[in-house]
């Protein structure tokens, strides 16, 4: 049983005393001198939990900064190429990348790249036994290269098996089926190789030409060096790429023009060529210009609503109000990012503010689309430069020159880094505060109880010596009326 209710029930047996509640006395007394040690404590707390979800939401902020600035790193990225040919029946284009170049370029095709392709002797099933259930090997050699041995094994000698075997080699020629009819009764065996010259292949099988067909000269109509009747030889893609003869195996190219894929679909007749026109899409570092000054308003707006204490802000509103160092360093460091000169200027372009990127008098960065307009239109080169150096897929520690985007995320990095970053330290220091104010808390409870037994003890003690003299007052009243009554009777 605690002091408390041992005190409680002492007293009640005694059935008299002073009348007041010694123990609701001793707890209130107790209260009123923690009340405010742990209301400041507490006070405490709050404010640091709400320091560290303020550095939260500030580095969560000054992250997409970041981002943003890397994705002005790479000179491919900057602008997306569009290209468009006069004749698509002809030759249809594909811009891959951004290392598209602007221009016009005319593409003339002679002739397309082919493939070779051989048809088989006419079978009554795909199950049509070809060697009566045994095995037998086939063997396809290409032009260049070494000559795949594939094995038919024994119930798979069927126009099906056959197909199938040759796909699984990967022996560079695909094997279909075809239905020469919709009466399911006439079946042929197609083989159609890579396209290019260089492409060619031979098929013999340990059954002879006869049962397979492939040398049967009513199943083709070129012969190759071989005596392999086939449908259609092997050829390379001719053209002229701005006068200039080239030829390719395939009639997809991309080793033409730079970032750009040219099909080929149809030969052109009389020297005629096809136009195609590789344009820049400069509205893609707009855009990203435009998100960047709004992220970097996103993080101004969040520095002055946690500094200050009259924020309507829920939550974070005012939270680092008692931190304005910190304060004090995002802000610099991200004004220094975004008005720093780049390592590569080019030309006149030194620095954002050449292309319409500044800070106002009240802190905020705005974008003169005038001026990025005008600037962009004759000196896009220029901006690449100071922005990406020109570079593609670079790394901030590849030790080449990097450019002002790259240069930007060092040095807001500074800020988020996982070690010595401002809001690691500022959040480890805030953490470490909230235990030690955790502990004072612990600490002044185990006192303020101490307290309250002292104040128990001594109310239990007073109420005793009031029992006692409520007593002797009663045994002394009793006495004096006993005497006044003495000899009356």
Avoid: C
Wanted: glycine residues 8%.
């Amino acid at each position: 049983m605690s002091t408390e209710n041992v005190a409680s029930t002492v007293l009640l047996g005694m059935g008299k005393g002073s009348g007041i509640d010694i123990v609701k006395l001793a707890r209130d007394l107790t209260d009123v001198e923690k009340a405010p040690r742990e209301s400041k404590l507490n006070a405490s707390i709050e404010e640091s939990e709400a320091k560290i979800s303020g550095l939260a939401v500030l580095k969560f902020n000054v992250q997409l900064l970041i981002d943003q600035f890397n994705s002005l790193n790479d000179a491919s990225e900057l602008a997306t190429p569009a290209a468009t040919s006069s004749d698509i029946t002809k030759v249809s284009v594909t811009a891959t990348d951004g290392s598209a170049l602007s221009g016009i370029s005319d593409i003339g095709v002679t002739s397309l790249a082919a493939a070779q392709r051989n048809k088989s002797n006419q079978y009554s099933s795909t199950t049509q036994s070809l060697n009566s259930g045994n095995a037998f090997t086939l063997t396809i050699t290409p032009g260049t290269g070494t000559a795949s041995s594939i094995s038919i094994e024994a119930g798979n000698d069927t126009p099906q098996g056959i197909v199938n075997a040759i796909n699984a080699a990967n022996a560079g020629v695909n094997a279909t089926l075809l239905a020469e009819d919709s009466s399911g009764s006439n079946y042929r065996i197609m083989l159609d190789g890579a396209t290019g010259a260089a492409n060619s292949f031979a098929i013999s099988s340990t059954l002879g030409d006869s049962d397979l067909g492939f040398h049967d000269t009513t199943n083709g109509n070129t012969t190759d060096n071989s005596g392999l009747k086939s449908l259609q030889n092997p050829a390379d893609a001719a053209l002229t790429y701005n006068g200039v003869s080239i030829t390719r195996s395939s009639n997809n190219l991309n080793d033409v023009i730079p970032g750009v894929t040219l099909s080929l679909n149809a030969t052109h007749s009389g020297g005629a060529t096809t136009s195609v026109n590789v344009v820049s899409d400069q509205t893609t570092l707009k855009t990203k210009l435009q998100d960047l000054v709004t992220l970097y308003n996103d993080v101004k707006f969040a520095l002055d609503e946690l500094s200050n204490v009259d924020s309507e802000e829920e939550e974070v509103g005012g939270a680092l109000a008692g931190d304005l160092a910190t304060i004090r360093t995002v802000r610099d460091t991200i004004y220094q990012a975004v008005t720093q000169d780049s390592s590569t200027p080019s030309g006149n372009i030194k620095a954002m503010r050449d292309i319409g990127v500044s800070v106002d008098r009240e802190g905020k960065l705005i974008f003169t689309e005038s001026t990025y307009d005008t600037v962009a239109a004759s000196n896009f080169d220029d901006i690449s430069t100071m922005l990406s150096a020109g570079n593609n897929n670079q790394s901030r520690y590849d030790g080449q020159s990097q450019g002002l985007a790259t240069d930007a995320v060092i040095k807001l990095e500074t800020l988020t880094d996982s070690i010595s970053g401002i809001f690691v330290t500022r959040t480890t220091s805030a953490q470490t505060a909230i235990k030690r104010y955790e502990a004072d808390l612990q600490t002044l409870e185990t006192r303020m109880e101490a307290v309250y037994q002292r104040y128990l003890q001594q109310f239990t003690v007073m109420e005793s010596l009031v029992n006692t003299l409520n007593s002797t007052r009663e045994s002394m009243a009793t006495t004096w009326e006993n005497m006044a009554n003495f000899g009356k009777d």
